[in-house]
């Protein structure tokens, strides 16, 4: 696999590690702007980056809310920001309110559009009208989805409205109470398209229910079968794991 590969004993450091980068992206003052993804691989960097940022000296975090540009992945079709379980409010949640940022600066699909194909098509030239992106952060689904581009999938597929797999849906029922049924059946999501027009990509890997699939990405050649496969040749990837997602 093309990139860069780091291999962390605990997820606690590899979530230090990663927010780290985001830390030096966002110092460096953001050319292109950030691509940020949801999930529980993300929840703890995106902690250990608060803490990194809300230690700084008062006018460089400033410099920083004001100069902060992302896109979001994805969203939930029929879940708007006022609603548990949208990736609104998660990142209200885990960025927005303690980093008292301004809302607008952290742009997502609009879950509530009337119609969610064009919400994707508006939301994809928004990204490209921005510049692409430039540090894209991205974290890997039970069955080898990145964002929510679900298999079979190939390395040109758009930015679009879908519907979501059972093993998906199960994936992300935690935020659900626990119940696959009550996650929503479709997303907006960006493609391969856009993910792979990123300057760079933060693969971020954690978990023993990573191993299999983890396994599958670093041996087997990319495939419709397997999404994230296509990341292989990309020139600015790396790969961040813990042991657990190694089978160790």
């Known amino acids: 696999m093309a990139g860069r590969f780091e291999c962390f004993d605990h997820p606690s450091t590899l979530a230090g590690r990663v927010a780290e ?3 030096q992206e966002l110092s460096d003052g953001l050319k292109r702007p950030l691509g940020l993804a949801t999930g529980r691989t993300m929840e703890p960097v995106y902690d250990a980056l608060v803490v990194r940022l ?3 000296p008062a006018e460089q975090l400033t410099a920083i809310r004001e100069r902060w540009r992302s896109f979001n992945l994805d969203e939930y079709v029929g879940l708007g920001p006022a609603q ?4 609104a409010a998660e990142m209200a949640c885990r960025l927005v309110t ?3 940022l301004k809302s607008a600066r952290l742009q997502l699909p609009d879950g509530l559009a009337a119609n969610p194909a064009a919400e994707a098509s508006r939301y994809a030239k928004a990204v490209a009208a921005a510049g692409g992106i430039g540090l894209q952060l991205l974290g890997l689904g039970s069955n080898g989805h990145v964002g929510f581009n679900e298999p079979p999938c190939g390395p040109d ?3 679009r409205s879908l519907r979501l ?6 994936q992300n029922a935690a935020a659900f109470g626990g119940d696959p049924g009550r996650v929503p059946a479709g997303a907006i999501t960006l493609g391969l398209e856009q993910i792979l027009g990123a300057e760079r990509i933060l693969l971020v890997v ?5 191993a299999g699939i983890l396994a599958r990405l670093l041996s087997e050649p990319p495939a419709p079968s397997l999404p994230a496969s296509w990341l292989q040749g990309h020139p600015g990837l790396r790969l961040f794991v813990d042991r657990a997602a190694m089978g160790g």
């Not at 954690?206 to 990573?210: D, L, R, V, Y």
């Open 54 to 56: 809300l230690a700084l």
């Open 157 to 159: 597929a758009p930015s």
């Open 84 to 87: 548990p379980g949208s990736f």
């Open 98 to 100: 303690p980093l008292s």
């Open 206 to 210: 954690s978990g023993s229910t990573k």
């Open 21 to 23: 980068l985001l830390h």
């Open 165 to 170: 797999s059972a093993a998906t849906r199960h």
